[in-house]
């Protein structure tokens, strides 16, 4: 791991436009179409929103990145369009595969001109990377939002980017964490990380000379 604790200044942003609501409703309090900010989301209707809200983790990901380094957050759902038409995602009617890393990253490069590349990373890499200034979207269970909870049942099906490292603790925004405590910046001490960690994920670099950014 590191010697000094190195976390990068990201901007969180979660997969619900309503970040305070998150709790609410994955515990199923509320439905996603009652968002009073699905608009922002570029959605035409609640119920887009709502069924886009469940699967936008990794596009959330991406829009925390590209605040970071082009200091724009393009809405969710424009870019969830456009990662389905570069194969990041593939929709079947009303499922849903992906998102599938080897062509999101590509898309990254070439739409956003970010450094991208989807592999396999042991903990000491992600470490390595992210003390050395990239960010890194880790494929992790969702329980991840509770660190000390149950053994989760499997590891991966969700994604979060990884935004510093200390020599305890990966320092994560998860876009599908609770207000007040796994949400930005939060920190999961590196002998429970593996529990719920896939083992592998897409690192994220600054900018190049690659691909102009246009909206």
């Known amino acids: 791991m590191v010697d000094e604790a190195?976390?990068?200044?990201?901007?969180?942003?979660?997969?619900?436009?309503?970040?305070?609501?998150?709790?609410?409703?994955?515990?199923?309090?509320?439905?996603a179409a009652e968002d009073p900010r699905w608009g922002q989301s570029g959605a035409?209707?609640?119920?887009e929103y709502a069924w886009w809200s469940w699967r936008l983790c990794g596009v959330a990901c991406l829009r925390m990145a590209l605040d970071h380094w082009w200091g724009l957050a393009p809405?969710?759902?424009?870019?969830?369009e456009e990662c389905v038409a570069a194969g990041g995602y593939v929709r079947d009617g009303e499922s849903?595969?992906?998102?599938?890393?080897?062509p999101f990253?590509?898309?990254?490069?070439?739409?956003?001109?970010?450094?991208?590349?989807?592999?396999?990373?042991?903990?000491?890499?992600?470490?390595?990377?992210v003390a050395g200034g990239r960010l890194?979207?880790?494929?992790?269970?969702?329980?991840?939002?509770d660190p000390e909870g149950p053994e989760p049942v499997r590891r991966g099906g969700h994604l979060v980017l990884a935004v510093g490292t200390t020599n305890t603790a990966l320092v994560i925004h998860n876009p599908s964490g609770f207000p007040g405590g796994s949400q930005a910046f939060a920190h999961v001490p590196w002998r429970s990380f593996g529990r719920f960690y896939?083992?592998?994920?897409?690192?994220l670099g600054p900018p190049g000379t690659g691909a102009g950014v246009t909206l």
């Open 6 to 31: 190195v976390v990068h200044e990201v901007p969180y942003y979660s997969q619900w436009e309503s970040a305070e609501l998150v709790r609410a409703i994955i515990d199923g309090e509320l439905n």
């Open 44 to 47: 035409a209707t609640p119920e």
């Open 75 to 80: 809405a969710a759902l424009p870019l969830a």
């Open 96 to 102: 849903l595969r992906g998102l599938i890393h080897t």
């Open 105 to 129: 990253a590509a898309y990254v490069r070439q739409r956003w001109g970010l450094a991208a590349q989807a592999r396999e990373l042991t903990l000491d890499e992600l470490a390595e990377e």
């Open 136 to 145: 890194a979207m880790l494929s992790v269970h969702p329980s991840i939002r």
């Open 198 to 203: 896939a083992g592998r994920g897409i690192v």
